[in-house]
């Protein structure tokens, strides 16, 4: 609030010191009487005053734009993170309708783009709004009727300001929304480009950015038209009205009533006056632009937040690893049934497998016990409490998580498998050795020093695998969560993978989700799901001897040739 009082200070001290120029100028001509009659005294006097205020004038407008390049930025820096931040309490059910793109560009562009309208309107509008009051002022302290002109007609270029801005607005959210769409196309691409050219996508990856690019320069294009069309047509009205003022002023100095000093100050005042005009309908324009971005992240920010813990909420403690579900029913769309009645009492330290045809809902049982998703009647309780009674942060924190997509950031590899607890060095190097990733991370230039690359940089899909599988390995939670972890690494590998799990679920509740049979046959229960239903439960043993889809899914996997 202090430096939005200093702005205005210094704007207002700007705008008055720019005024009293032109009286000095006024003044100036007034010791001009005519040919050798020239005052060059009080003339030398004034012009050195003049210089003088023109200098502190300069000085103030400085100390202005700095002071608004504070505000501007530290504001948009708070937008930012409030954004940012706002996006780790949304519900996932809410990210995975959007573009990984659309919030870049919402984050990024779209803020960028308010950040040049709010610095546009802290530079402009202040400085306008006081020059036009106090040019109203000393106009008025002239001449009564010629302020008058003045006034009357000077409110037109704001009715065709206002006019144009209208019909600018709508484009600029258009062209955000195409320029949210470009940046997730390129973000999807480029992301996948071993893909695209793996099935030769190129040209139709090709043929969807040009038509978004067209677009997006036919939008901006027009926007840009119209938006464009503002300062002249203001101008235009602004020097009919310096016109004016110049054609009444004169038949006042012909009446004596008006020195040719005091007219020369009035036209000058005038363009004073009129000039705000036009650089507040620029600022309007750029406002459009920037109040159209602006509703884009206002619109991120204000998204309904996941569910907030209760108040008395509880914290998990000594955690043994009982996990039953009760009459469990989902579905991510109201209309379209998936998880129906699902009913599972878990011991701990009991393995359970949960396998079946892809979109049975494996992964989404997955969701729902680590509270990702809501249940949408019955519950999941874990140590007796009812998962929506724990803290989620408590319940997630005791569950180790390793999924068939990797995630890796950009740091080192030391960093990434130290991501979910601080370690030392032997420690990690302990878990690495457990998961059979130390041999490989110790040919890497650096070993454990060694950055990775945005998800991994060039490691391959296993590599990055092994460094999941070690960074749970590290944090060694109560519960584990394996969906499709080692869908993969070379079977030699899995097979030693595999030792190393069956010694970490030793005594931990372990959930397996996977599609290759032969990594869950030692699984103390193994769900087989159709359509979002148990159809069959037990080991491997019982479920063979049963016949059933469990039987056909086995056989499928390792009929003999």
């Known amino acids: 609030m202090l430096l939005i009082i200093l702005s205005l200070v210094a704007a207002a001290a700007t705008t008055l010191l720019q005024l009293y120029v032109p009286i000095l100028a006024g003044n100036a001509i007034d010791h001009i009487i005519g040919p050798g009659m020239v005052e060059f005294g009080a003339v030398s006097k004034i012009l050195i005053k003049m210089i003088m205020i023109i200098l502190c004038a300069a000085f103030m407008q400085w100390l202005m734009n700095v002071i608004n390049n504070h505000i501007t930025f530290k504001v948009v820096k708070d937008i930012r993170k409030k954004a940012f931040d706002h996006i780790q309490t949304l519900p996932l059910s809410y990210l995975d309708t959007k573009q990984y793109g659309d919030f870049v560009s919402r984050i990024i562009a779209d803020i960028d783009q308010f950040s040049d309208g709010l610095l546009m309107g802290f530079s402009q509008l202040f400085t306008g709004l006081v020059m036009i009051v106090g040019t109203l002022v000393f106009m008025f302290t002239l001449n009564v009727t010629i302020t008058f002109v003045v006034v009357i007609l000077t409110p037109l270029s704001l009715f065709v300001a206002a006019f144009i801005a209208k019909k600018t607005y709508n484009l600029f959210i258009?062209?955000?929304?195409?320029?949210?769409?470009?940046t997730g196309l390129v973000e999807e691409m480029v992301g996948n480009e071993k893909v695209v050219q793996a099935f030769s996508y190129e040209d139709s990856a090709i043929e969807r950015f040009e038509k978004i690019n067209d677009e997006l320069a036919d939008t901006s294009l027009k926007a840009t038209f119209f938006s464009s069309l503002t300062n002249p047509c203001t101008r235009f009205i602004n020097n009919l009205v310096y016109a004016a003022v110049g054609i009444v002023g004169a038949f006042f100095v012909i009446s004596g009533k008006l020195s040719?000093?005091?007219?020369?100050?009035?036209?000058s005042y005038a363009n004073q006056y009129t000039k705000p005009f036009n650089e507040i309908s620029g600022v309007v324009t750029e406002l459009q632009n920037a109040v159209a971005c602006a509703m884009r992240?206002?619109?991120l920010i204000d998204a309904k937040e996941e569910i907030p813990d209760k108040k008395n909420a509880v914290t998990l403690q000594n955690v043994k690893g009982s996990v039953e579900l009760k009459n469990v029913n989902f579905s991510y769309v109201p209309d379209k049934k998936l998880i129906q009645n699902l009913n599972l009492l878990v011991h701990p330290g009991m393995r359970v497998a949960i396998v079946g045809p892809t979109g049975c809902g494996k992964s989404t049982v997955i969701n729902l016990l680590m509270r990702f998703y809501d249940v949408s009647s019955g519950s999941i309780s874990v140590e007796g409490n009812d998962i929506r009674d724990i803290k989620r942060e408590s319940l997630r924190e005791?569950?180790?998580m390793v999924l068939q997509e990797t995630w890796l950031k950009a740091a080192s590899i030391k960093e990434n498998i130290a991501y979910g607890r601080k370690a030392t060095d032997e420690e990690i190097i302990a878990a690495a050795k457990a998961t059979h990733a130390h041999s490989f991370i110790k040919r890497l230039p650096n070993g454990y020093d060694t950055i990775l690359g945005e998800d991994g940089g060039s490691?391959?899909?296993?590599?990055?695998?092994?460094?999941?599988?070690?960074?749970?390995?590290?944090?060694?939670p109560p519960?584990?969560?394996?969906?499709?972890a080692t869908s993969s690494i070379d079977t030699r590998t899995e097979l030693k993978v595999q030792r190393a799990f069956a010694s970490l679920m030793a005594g931990r509740t372990s959930f397996i989700v996977a599609h290759r049979l032969s990594t869950i046959m030692e699984a103390d229960m193994i769900l087989v799901m159709k359509d979002g239903n148990i159809i069959e439960q037990g080991n491997h043993e019982s479920l063979m001897k049963l016949g059933g889809f469990y039987s056909e899914l086995y056989n499928s996997q390792y009929k003999q040739a």
């Open 174 to 182: 258009r062209q955000s929304e195409k320029r949210a769409a470009m």
């Open 260 to 267: 040719v000093g005091q007219l020369t100050c009035f036209l």
């Open 297 to 299: 992240v206002f619109e």
């Open 398 to 400: 005791n569950y180790g």
């Open 459 to 476: 490691l391959s899909q296993g590599q990055k695998q092994l460094l999941c599988i070690t960074r749970v390995m590290l944090a060694v």
């Open 479 to 484: 519960m584990l969560i394996l969906d499709e």
